[in-house]
Structures are given as structure tokens and as C-alpha cells.
């Protein structure tokens, strides 16, 4: 008896263990080089535009509607093309 609630508890604990998380859900934004700095591609947001250095190659296509998970990071490099509020993508599909 005590041998079947050890193995019980242990599927139990192992099931749990292997849950993803699926609250992080993508938003729709709009691929674009208008309003960045220099020459940087990046996500437009409602009307906010953040510019971004880790869009894939097959992304970067002005006016592209895509699903992404990102999050916003102030960069604070002393540069021309650099500072401000940046996006960092996560995932797009």
C-alpha cells in the first residue's frame, strides 16, 4: 500500500512538472522601417513603432502583419541609430 501511493504521487509530481506555459500569446504588429532609427527594422505596435535587431531575415518585409511574442527594453547605448525604447522578439510565426 504504502509502495502504490509513492508511485501515485510520483505521477502525479511528474505530471505536473511537464505543463507548458501557453499564457504567453502573440500579438499581431505590422513589420516596417518607417519611424525607426537609421535604417533599423522594427515592430509597429498600435502607433508606436520599436525598433528591433533580431527579426529573421524572412520577416523583414515592409507592411508585414505577423504574430509575435516580444518584450520592450530601454537601450542605452551612446550611439546615432541607438537609444530609446527597443523591442526584443521572443517568437514570431
Known amino acids: 500500500m504504502k509502495i502504490l501511493f509513492i508511485l501515485t504521487a510520483c505521477l502525479i509530481i511528474n505530471s505536473l ?5 501557453n499564457s504567453s500569446s502573440c500579438t499581431t504588429v505590422t513589420i516596417t522601417q518607417n519611424g525607426t532609427t ?18 529573421p531575415d524572412q520577416f ?3 507592411g508585414l502583419q505577423i504574430c509575435t511574442i516580444y518584450e520592450l ?13 527597443w523591442a526584443n522578439i521572443i517568437s514570431m510565426k
Request: proline share 5%; aromatic share 8%.
Open 17 to 21: 512538472g511537464c505543463r507548458k506555459d
Open 38 to 55: 537609421c535604417t533599423n527594422w522594427g515592430i509597429k505596435v498600435g502607433t508606436n513603432v520599436y525598433p528591433s535587431t533580431n527579426i
Open 60 to 62: 523583414k518585409q515592409e
Open 73 to 85: 527594453y530601454e537601450d542605452m547605448r551612446l550611439c546615432p541609430c541607438c537609444g530609446g525604447t
